[in-house]
């Protein structure tokens, strides 16, 4: 997962061509059972968030209450239903990403930006701690308008905080979904799956006060 390469964007001509296949991922969650790629509940809203590595970032989503499913996928960029190795060469354009599936009437999206905001640096570029590359950066993609305003409102409130406490200016990106690929069957619920795998995601210890 220490990837080196890829520490610019490519622009859309330049990109890896991608396929029309999708990857085969399977149907239920590792962990909770519950449908991978749906179809999934009324009333259920649907979340996006790049924040480095996504082994340790997906299951921080799982752990919560109110998250229905959860997935690794690649996000951001151009090259359709791309492998991993191609996300890797940073010629793809995507971030590795988690989409979150939750009930927004046992937890609200403020709650999941919170997790968001205090377990990786929004700060660094396109790079989470030893990871290094495009596929790496922080990113909020959206899937409604509301969500779209909560996201930028709380990188405002967030950057206060960190403004305080000494940190740079956050490189979040913060946008619609475009479009969303799942990861390979082997990337999903990694660390349920390897228990002692490599996981990024720490509380960083700098607390997110939330949307007032």
Known sequence: MFGQKGR???????ALPGREKAVDVPPAHFVNGNQLKGPHPEGLELAVFGMGCFWGAERRFWQMDGVYTTSAGY???YTPNPSYEEVCTGR??????VMVVYDPAKVSYDELLKVFWETHDPTTGYR?????GTQYR???????DDQLDQAKRSM???QAVLTERGFGPITTEIKP???YYFAEDYHQQYLAKNPHGYDCHANTG???PGLR
């Open 8 to 14: 610019e964007m490519p622009e859309a001509n330049d």
């Open 75 to 77: 996000a951001g960029g």
């Open 92 to 97: 793809t354009g995507h971030t590795e990403a």
């Open 128 to 132: 989470q701690g030893n990871d290094i």
């Open 138 to 144: 922080s990113a909020i993609y959206t899937s409604t």
């Open 156 to 158: 405002d409130v967030y």
């Open 177 to 179: 979904l475009d479009d």
């Open 206 to 208: 700098i607390a997110y």
